[in-house]
């Protein structure tokens, strides 16, 4: 159960951009944005108990197997369909905060609506089939992955156990389902994007990218409304002015310790950059990443109720951290490290004490959307306030590893896995995450700790206020917005 420290273990609460935002998710697999009712465990209508249908010995993809946990102790039917899900968004690209939000929101919303830790049904079932139709409605060509999956969880429920609870998570995931579809996810919005060469402080594209990404992701609608951003009172959290001591500051910083060819930064540090870097197809992501951080700090003895209800806070958390950051990042619009250093290099404007290096690129690739505030930063900022809250207490120990380089990473200067780190407190990870993109050379220093105060906000809010919102029936979701159709 989540721990009491509430209002003692949050963040100072500093003031943010306030602004109108929409939840933009389009949650239906099918071209006309329709929920698939009808969808049942098997693509052959094998009814409700696939488990008669499949042999135990068809053995799932080790990806989508029960009852492994790589990372902790913990094993049931929600760890189960996680680890499905970071399957997915590591071999699919399919983006894993909106991907695991509902795939858990919708586990604990069914285990809800069969009477929750009290239910007399099978509650491996109920969230077995609420899991299994969330992700063949999303991602229907690995269909046949879920029904093995499910079909090994029901091997010892009853035919009758299986129809009910069918019926009773079929109609919590497609309440949930309906809910987020036609939310505007698929709205174009078009961002103005300085030219280069434009004033300092602007954001311009970094060499080779013509195109921002996530423009759409702070026109989002937040599952916990009202949105955090208008809860958090902030008008002042801005990036550096350019020029400024403070900027100033930061860039020397991230010129030194960021660039590939860097003599100040430290091997660890160089390892820390890529250990968090989370961006590359064949990656988990910094959200999976951090449920991973999860799956290493529950306790074994977790039930599988506790275990929806956290997942389901944890990632909606995410995905309404990531409107925070977005929103924020395209109101800003401020310039990457790359940007800066090529232009002030150029001028002739490089600070005091830093060399001047027309060829400064960063370690790692710098992504294409604004720089203020960090999205690392902040989500990880997000999962610290999410994990304090639940077990109380921001001390506690655990071991986690990195998939770091993954599929594809550029540039490819590290082909052995890294080896697992241990942290002693969530705060202490969070830290590590922001401090990795300034050694990556993809933000200044100022990025990654504004952004974790964002994430310890939002964090905080989401944790307060999820079950006035999401007990009973899914709030109707409203407009609002940045950019232009």
């Known amino acids: 159960m989540p721990g009491m420290c509430r209002d003692a273990c949050r963040s100072p609460v500093h003031t943010l951009l306030a602004v109108a935002i929409l939840l933009v998710i389009s949650v239906a697999a099918q071209s006309n944005n329709t929920v698939n009712t009808n969808a049942t465990a098997g693509s052959e209508g094998l009814g409700a108990n696939p488990s008669a249908y499949y042999p135990t010995n068809v053995a799932p993809a080790p990806e989508f197997a029960p009852g492994r946990n790589p990372y902790g102790n913990l094993t049931n039917v929600i760890v189960d369909w996680n680890l499905a899900a970071q399957q997915l968004g590591r071999t699919t690209g399919y983006d894993p905060p909106r991907l695991l939000s509902l795939l858990h929101l919708a586990q604990w919303r069914a285990l809800k609506a069969a009477g929750g830790p009290i239910s ?95 423009q759409n992701k702070a026109n989002a609608t937040s599952y916990v409304i009202p949105f955090p951003l208008s809860q958090l009172n902030s008008t002042t959290m801005r990036p550096p002015v350019v020029p400024s001591a403070e900027f100033t500051a930061d860039f020397e910083y991230t010129l030194a310790f960021g660039s590939i060819n860097s003599t100040n930064r430290t091997a660890y540090q160089t390892d820390t950059a890529k250990f968090w870097y989370d961006e590359t197809m064949g990656n988990e992501g910094i959200t999976a990443h951090y449920n991973n951080v999860a799956l290493a700090s529950l306790p074994a003895n977790t039930s599988v109720f506790d275990t929806a209800h956290f997942f389901a806070l944890f990632n909606v958390a995410q995905f309404d951290g990531r409107i925070a950051y977005f929103t924020m990042k395209y109101n800003n619009l401020f310039w990457r490290p790359i940007t800066a250093a090529y232009q002030l290099i150029s001028q002739g404007n490089s600070s005091a004490g830093v060399d001047a290096d027309p060829n400064w690129n960063p370690l790692l690739t710098t992504v294409p959307e604004p720089d203020y505030p960090s999205g690392h930063g902040t989500l990880s900022g997000v999962a610290e306030a999410m994990l304090r809250n639940w077990f109380g207490t921001d001390d506690h120990t655990f071991t986690i590893t990195s998939e770091y380089p993954a599929l594809g990473v550029y540039p490819p200067t590290n082909s052995t896995p890294l080896p697992p780190r241990t942290y002693n407190s969530f705060s202490a990870a969070a830290i590590d995450t922001g401090n990795a993109r300034v050694y990556a050379g993809i933000h200044f220093p100022h990025d990654v700790i504004d952004g974790r105060i964002v994430g310890n906000q939002v964090g905080d809010y989401v944790f307060n206020n999820f079950e006035q919102w999401w007990s009973n029936a899914p709030p109707a979701v409203r407009a609002g917005g940045v950019g232009t159709a």
């Open 120 to 214: 007399n049904y099978s509650m491996k079932a109920v969230a077995g089939y609420a899991g299994h139709f969330v992700l063949a409605q999303l991602l229907p060509q690995n269909l046949k992955d879920y029904d093995v999956l499910l079909a090994a969880q029901l091997e010892n429920v009853t035919d009758s156990e299986a129809t009910v609870a069918q019926s009773i998570a079929t109609t919590a995931a497609t309440q949930l389902l309906q809910n987020r579809t036609n939310d505007g996810t698929q709205r174009f919005i078009v961002v103005p994007i300085a030219k280069s060469g434009s004033p300092a402080g602007e954001y311009q594209y970094a060499p080779n990218q013509t195109y921002p990404r996530n």
